[in-house]
């Protein structure tokens, strides 16, 4: 039996000028086929195949638009990308294999060799890898300033900056940088201000509105929020976001169709979900300070926070992750993560399932004592990243740690 497109059905293209970013996250960058599905179809294929010779030239010489091969145009990731730009109030997104992909691709596409860049300190240890290690290989030099420290920023400044690089909230102490002052700082030294929206997602932060020229995410978190895929995104102008895909189409970091696929089914419930994780954290937050066996806790929801003012006006809620230090040491700190028995401990964050891990020792285990200490990693940090579970069996089971913790206190341990 043959099967015919149904192209006789008229459709018409779906109008979302001034929606909301939850109508965006559900509506956003469908591409319907002729089969008329209504939810994203997928296009698990290598190639695209041409009517003639003629057209496979035009296609390939960029005269004729269309699909040539998944490693730098297939319809779903483009899907994903139409979706995640439409949300931050972009031009252009484009999605990479994961989020250090993307912050790999950003830098060798808009980036050259005797370029300097100035990173905040308080950004996921890897990242502070990346360039500290591999981009130093290729003449690209990084200065590492607090994130706060408006004097360490201004200071570091050099004639050859091309670009500030920052994470906020900051990973894992919640630090809020002042989006608006940092740009202007980055476009009075012509350089790019760059923002990895990871914590809070366009649903609670929107960079672009504070001067940020790009923005970055690692959709293995919250945009996924479910932990089942790796991938990464880069959004920004057309003109810059068409030298991160020239670099995407010659070295091939890409996201599979799949995994984008897996990402659009994410963003459909973003919204909600940040939500639940906010109310969560910040009940967690507070019910945290009141422990005994707990000396801090970070996490910008709190009116104690330094930064709480600012975070209230930059962004529409305080996100899912917090940390805390605990009394004692790394062997407080493990036997604390050790007794809980429903959380996970996974160094991943953005899940509906609450996650707890020990920064010391995974997500900024490679970092030199040095640059932990100067990051404020210590060996008593322990990390959250809150889950939408009853925020009441959270508690219970975080209990169990403060129970070896008290253990520790009485000396009965």
Known sequence: ??????????????????????????????????????????????????????????RFGGEEPGNIYSRFTNPTVQAFEARIAAMEGGERAVATSSGMAAILATCM???????????????????????????AKFGVKTSFVGLTDKAQWQSAVRPETRMIFIETPSNPLCEVADMAALAKLSHDNDALFVVDNCFCTPVLQRPFEHG??????????????????????????????????GFLRSAGPTMSPFNAWVFLKGLETLPIRMRAHCDNALELAKWLKGQGTVDRVFYAGLPDHP???????QQSG?????????????????AFIDATRMI????????????????????????????????????NLVRISVGIEAVGDIKTDLQRGFEILENYRQGTV
């Not at 808009?110 to 308080?122: K, P």
């Not at 305080?318 to 493990?334: C, D, I, N, P, Y």
Request: glycine letters at 10%; charged letters at 20%.
């Open 1 to 58: 039996m043959t099967y015919r497109r149904e192209e006789h059905v008229l459709i018409p293209e779906s109008d979302l000028e001034g929606m909301s970013v939850d109508t965006l996250a559900v509506r956003a960058g469908q591409i319907r086929t002729g089969q008329l599905e209504h939810s994203d179809a997928i296009f698990p294929t290598s190639s695209f195949v041409y009517g003639s010779a003629a057209q496979a030239a035009a």
């Open 109 to 135: 596409a808009l980036l050259q060799s005797g370029d300097h860049v100035i990173c905040s300190r308080g950004v996921f240890g890897t990242t502070n890898v990346l360039f500290q290690k591999y981009l």
């Open 212 to 245: 940020a020229d790009i923005i970055i995410h690692s959709a293995t978190k919250y945009l996924d929020g479910q932990g089942r895929c790796v991938g990464g995104v880069v959004v920004g102008p057309d003109k810059l976001m068409e030298e991160v895909y």
């Open 307 to 313: 930064q709480h003012d600012l975070a209230s006006r």
């Open 318 to 334: 305080f996100g899912g992750v917090l940390s805390f230090t605990v009394k004692g040491g790394r062997e407080q700190a493990w």
């Open 344 to 379: 996970s401990i996974t160094a991943n964050l953005g899940d509906v399932k609450t996650t707890i891990t020990h920064p010391a020792t995974t997500t900024h285990g490679r970092l030199s004592p040095e640059d932990k200490e100067q990051a404020g990693i210590t060996e």
